[in-house]
């Protein structure tokens, strides 16, 4: 029998760009937040994500979305 799953939730910091900035704040966010909930994750586990984007600015098209959604599974992946 498989492990269960373990949830995070992590609020993101607002977008910005360029967005290197915007990434560190973020990884930064994701690290804080592992530690917090006592998470340890190796490289032999299976990491499936689901993301979930509650928007403040409707202006943001799907392409700005979808850039946003890569950028998360990256900085996940690297934690």
């Known amino acids: 029998m498989g492990k ?5 939730k992590v609020r993101l910091p607002r977008y910005e760009s360029p967005r290197n900035e915007w990434r560190k704040k973020l990884h930064a966010g994701i690290i804080t937040a592992i530690k917090d909930k006592g998470i340890k994750y190796t490289s032999d586990l299976k990491l ?7 928007l ?6 799907p392409l700005t979305n979808q850039k946003i959604q890569r950028n ?3 900085e996940i992946r690297i934690c």
């Open 4 to 8: 269960p799953p373990i949830n995070l």
């Open 48 to 54: 499936e994500l689901h993301i979930t984007l509650y």
């Open 56 to 61: 403040a600015e409707p202006r943001l098209g």
């Open 72 to 74: 998360i599974a990256t």
